[in-house]
């Protein structure tokens, strides 16, 4: 009894002394920052310095304006030294002018989101953005540009350029044009007159889309072409040379994937255009394709000339599977179904056989094996069904 009231009283003691000690230590800091001088309130002697960067640091590029970048007789814009440059604001056209002229290689032009609008035919034969004859190394990015009275880029005479996240409608010529080994990417061109989206030989064009114009893609020789949509445009879908891989052309007027030489087409889709699916002429591959309800005179594929090589397509609903006019080409793995006319071979080809499994009654599959019902264990067949 007698401990556990002394244990009592020594915590409640030990208790007033640590609080006791707490007082002490914040008097003592009070008295302590009471004690301390402040820093002199006067500035140092000698001119007022500016401690931050200076604009042109915040923001290298130039900003294109009537300042910095002035027209000429025919733009209302003109750049004439390498560098890089932006818009502003939205920019709307004048007669007779383009919008922005290139006269200098090694120039970036970041619209910023913001639009070049021209005036239709009133404007005249006039682009959007106009590079001068052999200019190189222009990259123009991220903007809209619309209703220009010719092209809404046109790079078509300037070598290695980048266009890259543009939105050409409604111009006059075509949406975006340009020249050799030029890198066209994640483009949309719609609703222009002549073509969607040009580019020069030994170019790169990728995630494009090209719905609405008279032509959508025109691609010269030893190109790339991935991942690519042309949609609902007068005549062709792509006329392409070089390899065209992982894209669709529907509902083009014309043929749906047309080859500029020797050229190859592989895991492409053509679905209902006007004409032929997929077209080559030759030494070309046409590999792993699926062509539906192409022109009811038509085929899914076709082939002129010799050297070719057509492997795992699939052709249905077409007015002829699989044409091939000329000799010396070599055609295995491909099926055929629903089409007016599945098979068109012209002498000296060579090709798998081909079986005919087409109205052939099989047997219900429930479990875990079953026989073949394909009658051939030819790894070159091709297939009716």
């Keep these: 009894m007698n401990e556990h009231h002394t244990n009592k009283h020594d915590h409640s003691f030990n208790d007033r002394r640590a609080m006791l000690a707490g007082i002490g230590g914040l008097a003592a800091g009070a008295l302590l920052t009471g004690s301390a001088k402040a820093g002199p309130l006067d500035p140092p ?15 290298p590029r130039i900003p294109i304006n009537a300042q910095n970048t002035p027209g000429d007789a025919d733009s209302m814009f003109k750049i004439i030294a390498p560098g890089s440059y932006y818009l502003t604001g939205n920019i709307v056209g004048l007669v007779n002018k383009h919008g922005i002229k290139v006269a200098a290689s090694a120039v970036t032009i970041d619209l910023g989101g913001f639009m070049l609008r021209g005036l239709g035919t009133i404007q005249g034969d006039f682009d959007g953005i106009y590079a001068e ?25 300037a070598t290695d350029c980048v266009v890259e996240d543009i939105n050409a409608k409604l111009c006059l010529n075509s949406g975006i ?16 007159t002549s073509g969607g ?20 893609f025109g691609v010269s020789s030893d190109s790339l072409v991935d991942d690519c949509l042309s949609v609902g445009n007068v005549f062709n879908g792509f006329a392409v040379g070089g390899r065209v891989t992982n894209c669709i052309a529907k ?11 020797t050229t190859s087409f592989i ?37 002129f000339g ?28 491909n ?3 629903g089409n007016d006319v599945n098979w068109s071979i012209s002498f000296n080809n060579y090709y798998g056989p081909i079986i005919n499994r087409a109205g052939i009654n099989t047997s219900p599959v429930e479990g875990n094996f079953a026989p073949s019902t394909l009658t051939s264990t030819d790894p070159h067949a091709n297939f009716t069904y």
Aim: charged share 15%; glycine share 18%; proline share 3%.
């Design 45 to 59: 002697p000698g001119p007022i310095v500016p401690t931050g960067k200076p604009l042109n640091e915040l923001e």
């Design 133 to 157: 004859d052999g200019r190189e190394r222009i990259t123009i990015r991220n903007g809209y540009i619309e209703v220009m009275g010719r092209y809404g880029i046109n790079l078509g005479s």
């Design 177 to 192: 044009s340009s020249g050799v080994r030029a890198s066209v990417i994640r483009c949309i061109a719609s609703d222009n």
């Design 197 to 216: 989206i040009f580019a020069g030989e030994g170019s790169r064009v990728y995630a494009c889309r090209a719905t609405g114009n008279s032509r959508g």
């Design 251 to 261: 509902e083009n007027g014309g043929i749906g994937f047309e080859s500029f030489g």
């Design 267 to 303: 895991g492409c889709v053509a679905v209902n255009n006007g004409s032929n699916g997929i077209l080559v002429s030759n030494n070309s591959r046409v590999i792993g394709n699926f062509c539906h309800g192409n022109g009811s005179s038509n085929a899914g594929i076709v082939v």
């Design 306 to 333: 010799n050297g070719s090589h057509l492997e795992s397509n699939l052709c249905i609903d077409n007015g002829c599977g699989i044409e091939v006019n000329d000799s010396g080409n070599f055609i295995f793995r």
């Design 335 to 337: 099926s055929c179904s």
